[in-house]
Structure formats: structure tokens, C-alpha cells
């Protein structure tokens, strides 16, 4: 099985950084998506890391290091519609469902 | 393009009655899932699909049956809806597998089991 663990909730000042960790832990390592879904609102891809690193795409940053079973998103420049939860997947070896196994989410408020 | 759709947003049955809910694509792809959440609970897998014709179970099948006659629709059935069935409904889509590939998330479907 496969056991994804990321805090309930999370909040920050406007302007500021904040890191959401993920930690997994999976018989097998296929990759590790992030999705961040508004209230109310369907979920919405925002990265996807496969190897060991960071991936940067504008004020999301998300970094994966497979040895230790461990992710982090970074938000930069937080601004109020980045209140948001955030959710952790990871699709274990293959076989069995080509489906992720997503987290319980990350809630993050954002406060001026 | 519409993307993946979804109907109806909400509904609200009795226990013990049946309905399907609906899910559409059209981007063309193969892979499609349903998926339920529930508050602290993330998101679960019901059933998903490889292709027209191809289904298999998630996490949560029982009280869901699903099939796939076309690549564009993928309906979720209710057999006998229990209130354990509250919840909200997602499908989603991706052109390849989606444990390497974007998923394409529905609206939803609010769910309320009385």
C-alpha cells in the first residue's frame, strides 16, 4: 500500500513564502504530482516531479527527493487567491492501479 | 473544447434509490477515473478506466458499478444509495497514464444521501 502524509492546515501572511511538505512512503516510485484545488472547485494540476531536484515554474517551486520519501512545494510572493488546499499524489510501482494516491490535502490560508 | 464535464452539479436522493452520474471528455483520452471526497478524507478511488471497453476497481468500488462503451463517456452508477454515499463526485481525465500524466478534473457532483 501507500501511505501519503502532508499537514491539514497551514497559514500565511500576503506577500510572504510558505513550504508544504509531503512525505510518502510506497513499494515503488513512479512519480509525484501536486494539485491545488479552490473551494468549491475541482482540482487543478500544478507540478510533477519524477527525479530528484527542484522544478520551478514562476512563484511554484516544488522539490522531490526520492531517497528520503519526501516533497515540498514553495509559494513565493503569496497572494490571497493562492488560499487554496494543495494536494499530494504519488503513484507507487507499477502494476496494479495506474492511478496516484492522493494525500488529505494541505488547507492554506493566505491573511493579509 | 469543454474539457471533462459533469451531471448533474447536485442531487439529492433517498436511501435506497439509484441514479447515475454522468462524465464526458472530449480530449481524446484513454484514461479516465471517478473519484469521491469527503471532508479530512482526500481524494479516493472508485473505479477507473484504460480505454473503451477496460475498467477495474480503486479503493472504494463497492456500492459503484461503472462502464466505459465509449472513450468520451464514463458513467458512475449507484446501486442503492446509502447516506455513507454523501460526498462529492470527481472525474477526471488524461491522455496517458496518469500516474505520469496530467489529470483533468470534472466540476463535480454534490452528493447528499438522506
Known amino acids: 500500500g501507500q501511505n501519503i502524509d502532508q499537514p491539514t492546515e497551514m497559514t500565511a501572511t500576503e506577500g510572504a513564502i510558505v513550504q508544504i511538505n509531503c512525505t510518502y512512503q510506497?513499494?515503488?516510485?513512479?512519480?509525484l504530482f501536486w494539485y491545488q484545488q479552490h473551494a468549491g472547485e475541482a482540482p487543478t494540476f500544478l507540478s510533477y516531479?519524477?527525479?530528484?531536484g527542484l522544478e520551478e515554474k514562476g512563484r511554484f517551486s516544488s522539490f522531490l527527493s526520492r531517497s528520503k520519501g519526501y516533497s515540498y512545494l514553495l509559494l513565493k510572493e503569496l497572494q490571497m487567491k493562492d488560499s487554496a488546499s494543495y494536494l499530494c499524489?504519488?503513484?507507487?510501482?507499477?502494476?496494479?492501479?495506474?492511478?496516484?494516491?492522493f494525500g488529505r490535502g494541505t488547507s492554506l490560508i493566505v491573511h493579509p | 473544447n469543454a474539457g471533462v464535464t459533469q451531471t448533474p452539479k447536485f442531487q439529492v436522493l433517498k436511501t435506497g434509490q439509484s441514479m447515475t452520474l454522468q462524465c464526458a471528455q472530449d480530449?481524446?483520452?484513454?484514461?479516465m477515473s471517478w473519484y469521491r471526497q469527503d471532508p479530512g478524507m482526500g481524494l479516493r478511488l472508485i473505479h477507473y478506466?484504460?480505454?473503451?471497453?477496460?475498467?477495474d476497481q480503486g479503493e472504494v468500488p463497492n456500492g459503484y458499478n461503472v462502464s466505459r462503451s465509449t472513450t468520451e463517456d464514463f458513467p458512475l452508477r449507484l446501486l442503492s444509495a446509502a447516506p455513507s454515499q454523501t460526498s462529492v463526485y470527481f472525474c477526471?481525465?488524461?491522455?496517458?497514464?496518469?500516474?505520469?500524466?496530467?489529470?483533468?478534473f470534472g466540476p463535480g457532483t454534490r452528493l447528499t444521501v438522506l
Open positions: 499524489a504519488v503513484r507507487g510501482a507499477s502494476g496494479g492501479s495506474y492511478i496516484p494516491t
Open positions: 480530449m481524446n483520452h484513454e484514461y
Open positions: 510506497t513499494s515503488g516510485f513512479n512519480g
Open positions: 478506466s484504460v480505454g473503451a471497453g477496460i475498467t
Open positions: 516531479n519524477v527525479l530528484d
Open positions: 477526471a481525465s488524461s491522455y496517458g497514464d496518469p500516474g505520469t500524466d496530467t489529470q483533468y
